[in-house]
């Protein structure tokens, strides 16, 4: 479970009508946590500060979250205001925003769903990072807490799944592509891009995109994942487009993706899934890892014609 400070002496009162409405952001000079780790689903509870102290008021869960970076300030507040649809006017008069430098950085924004209005004490041992989050996992830490409802919509009793896992049913695999595709098409069109081509079956991306604005034709890579995280499996190929100069890769990482089965246990379609954007996309050799290896033999030794014959034992 994630941790959130909301100072009210800086930012205002929060109550459970404003939380309805409500978008929060940070804009950071360096990757901070949880900036490529919140996917939607993920609980967060809110700790409110003032003057008469702090506590731990809402439990919420994560939706609409966006990972991206950003090159200067405008470029930041571009990026926010298609993904949240608040204008320039509210986003420079948030405190927070007005308060922010030119310069480049990460972007995580993200909305509240399920509120549940507590009241509980901000633990002693509860650590906050400097930049206002923190993460406690320990189940038995937080029911002393008093936090029962931890773990998240998306986990299951095996535990939650992180990343992209490996689906190994050729029609659940083919789903969970279609509908990433369908909610990357759909995001597209709403944050002002035209004429999208799907080219995924002759190019190392999966769509090409125009933003009818500028007329700048990006390619955009599209990962579908049933898990809560955005751990996902890139190719060779995909990683060397991406470090094209110019930054002209977009990444749309479509998690939450649920599987509908006939009662035969057949995947007839998929539904659900949150769109999580980076912008551009360009992996580092430090975020990459790898999954498998390729075998190329060196040297051949034929095979023996005959059996070798085993020792008897007596």
């Known amino acids: 479970m994630y941790f959130h400070v909301h100072d009210e002496r800086k930012l205002g009162p929060l109550d459970t009508a404003r939380l309805r409405d409500e978008w929060f952001w940070n804009l950071w000079?360096?990757?901070?946590?949880?900036?490529?780790?919140?996917?939607?689903?993920?609980?967060?509870?809110?700790?409110?500060s003032n003057a008469e102290g702090s506590t731990i008021r809402f439990i919420v869960s994560a939706r609409e979250v966006l990972n991206s970076t950003f090159v200067d300030?405008?470029?930041?507040?571009t990026k926010l205001s298609a993904h949240t649809k608040l204008t320039r006017a509210q986003l420079n008069s948030n405190p927070y925003t007005s308060g922010q430098a030119e310069r480049s950085g990460y972007l995580l924004a993200w909305r509240p769903s399920e509120i549940q209005?507590?009241?509980?004490?901000?633990?002693?041992?509860l650590v906050i990072w400097r930049h206002g989050w923190g993460r406690?996992?320990?189940l038995d830490r937080l029911r002393k807490w008093g936090i029962r409802d931890a773990r998240g919509t998306s986990s299951k009793k095996s535990g939650p799944v992180r990343g992209q896992g490996w689906q190994t049913n050729i029609e659940a695999k083919r789903a969970i592509e279609l509908r990433a595709m369908d909610k990357a098409r759909r995001w597209l069109v709403a944050a002002g891009y035209r004429h999208v081509v799907d080219v995924s079956t002759r190019r190392s991306w999966d769509y090409e995109a125009k933003r009818t604005a500028t007329g700048t034709v990006r390619h955009v890579e599209v990962k579908g994942l049933t898990g809560t995280g955005l751990d996902c499996l890139v190719t060779r190929n995909e990683v060397k487009a991406a470090a094209t100069p110019g930054g002209s890769t977009l990444l749309l990482i479509v998690n939450g993706i649920r599987l509908r089965q006939d009662a035969g246990g057949t995947t007839t379609s998929a539904i659900g899934g949150s769109v999580h954007v980076f912008d551009p996309w360009t992996p580092r050799d430090s975020e990459l890892r790898p999954e498998t290896y390729r075998w190329t033999p060196t040297s051949r030794k034929s095979a023996p014609r005959k059996t070798p014959r085993l020792p008897r034992h007596k």
């Not at 209005?117 to 041992?125: F, K, T, V």
């Open 136 to 138: 406690e996992e320990n």
């Open 29 to 48: 000079s360096r990757r901070l946590q949880p900036f490529g780790q919140l996917a939607g689903g993920d609980k967060i509870a809110l700790i409110v």
């Open 73 to 77: 300030r405008r470029d930041a507040l």
């Open 117 to 125: 209005a507590i009241e509980l004490p901000r633990p002693g041992e």
